[in-house]
């Protein structure tokens, strides 16, 4: 049988977590939030990704028997755990920068510095603190739609990197804190949009609420 009979017998169930997993491993290239034209709706597609894929993972189909957590968690991580605006010299950027001015014979009326200073700004407000208006809303879904679990889980989370988070890689409920603290940050933020800082204080609420139950267990 050939893969794409193989494909098409599987139910439509696993057909579609397949699809969110792919599609949500893929979608990495966010927000940014002030030059692209479509920027509402790529954040309203992060937001329905996240969704769908929590929501799949809630029905038991996981793909790779790896299940969609694995990308729950590097969202909750690159959402409250980097912060790149708190950064001053970013080595890529700087690389980019002197890579254009060597390409450059002679600046002509004053090109180099328009170029230069454009294509900055362009890197800048892709790491500016206001990308969270994209980021908070796709993390949100998955402590609304499978905190619990997440509360309660441990082991590994998958590849780790350098972040604000400074404690034992893995889930934990010491982390399961911190990024309720990160999304409690996030509420006082003036830069962020109101609807923002809202739901990011709802999530305090909502991880609260799942911390409540588990001590009257």
Known sequence: MDSVNIWWNLSSTV??????????????????????????????????????????????????????????????????EKAPWEVFHHKDIEEYLEWLQDGYVEDYEGELDEEYNDKRDHFLEEIDIRTLNGWIPGAAQWIMLCGKEIYGMEGSLGKEWPTKWTGQEGWSKQ??????????W???????DRKTRQLAR????????????????
Do not use: C
């Not at 479509?38 to 809630?58: C, E, M, P, S």
């Not at 029905?59 to 694995?70: A, H, K, S």
């Not at 982390?175 to 409690?184: G, I, L, N, S």
């Not at 709802?202 to 267990?217: A, L, N, S, W």
């Open 15 to 80: 057909r579609l977590a397949a699809i969110s997993w792919v599609i949500a491993a893929n979608w990495v290239d966010v927000d940014h939030p002030f030059y692209d034209t479509q920027r509402d709706q790529k954040r309203q597609g992060w937001v329905n990704i996240n969704a769908f894929t929590a929501k799949l993972h809630n029905t038991g189909i996981r793909p790779e028997g790896r299940g969609q957590l694995r990308h729950g968690s590097w969202v909750l991580r690159k959402t409250l």
């Open 175 to 184: 982390r399961w804190a911190f990024w309720r603290e990160r999304f409690e």
């Open 186 to 192: 996030a509420s006082t933020v003036t830069a962020l």
């Open 202 to 217: 709802q999530m305090v609420d909502e991880m609260r609420r799942i911390e409540g139950e588990d001590t009257r267990q």
